[in-house]
């Protein structure tokens, strides 16, 4: 495979199949360039000074790291100046981020997650970004942060694009514009992340699960049911041995099933049931369902396929299990027996 660029491959989409802006590409190369300055400062680690906490809390009411700090500044520094956004949502902030007046607005918006994974900074174990790009409303009303969060209240079908960094090993950048799942690397003496995978399947049938098993005590009956029958192997119902993995880091366990497959679930439990799940619509859910379905796999949240949610809130949290697609049908046919 000749190696293209994110660039290259954002202008052959543009100009061969006509399902991005230009405005949309050179959105999605500063997300790339923002991604790169985060994986410098997660490459220095103690070095630079970053590890520990914060010192703070994010609106989840969860210890910010202070590299959750810096990723965010980096991707909101990043994206402000350069005319093709008109707001920013971030995991990590109470309401959105505005295009301060002195820099263009343009049509998108753009959510994130700056830094998925974060307790595991410390360990040196994989960590990532998940990112989302919608476009504007016409006549939303931008005028105060307050104002501008119906603007992004908007189900994950409407989608433009969607994407991840995993920072381990090396660092990738895992991107879908609605034609399929392409995977990047980012050359690190080059300076740009350069096209090492297209077209991304994952497999319909697995032999691997992701969960949190501690929680098994608060599980619905139906996610307990499907992980029982796992855990019986060739002898039980579902004929073959599966094998548990679990990174808890969202980004590194959902490249896992993009790279050969498996599920990740994340489900209600009674521990999250006032709050409606563990994991966040518009800043996991929605973008990893996105670029799931779009390699051939399913999201729901046990009950309903996750992109044909109608967002209430920006923070709302949902039910995630994701991967391969029978696995996932399995999992969801239990939920309404």
Known sequence: MAQRTLARYLTEEQRDKGIITGDLKFLLEIVSR???????????????????????DNIQGEAQKKLDVLSNEILLEANEWGGHLAAMASEEMDLPHLVPHRFPKGEYLLTFDPLDGSSNIDV?????????????????????????????????????????????????????????????????????????????RIPADTKEFAINMSNRRFWEEPVRRYVDEMLAGREGPLGKDYNMRWVASMVADVHRIMTRGGIFMYPLDSKMQEQGGKLRLMYEANPMAFLVEQAGGAATTGRRRILDIAPEKLHQRVPVILGSKNEVERVTAYHSM
């Open 34 to 56: 923002a991604c790169q300055a985060i994986s410098v400062a997660i490459g220095k680690g103690g070095l630079g000074g970053v590890l520990g906490e914060a010192g703070s």
């Open 124 to 200: 040196n174990v994989s960590i990532g970004t998940i990112f989302s790009v919608l476009k504007c409303p016409e006549g939303a009303d931008l005028s105060t942060p307050q104002a501008a969060e119906a603007a992004f209240l908007q189900p994950g079908t409407a989608q433009v694009a969607a994407g991840y960094a995993v920072y381990g090993p090396t660092t990738l950048l895992v991107l879908s514009v609605g034609d399929g799942v392409a995977v990047f690397t980012l050359d690190r003496e080059q300076g740009s992340f350069l096209l090492t995978q297209d077209q991304v």
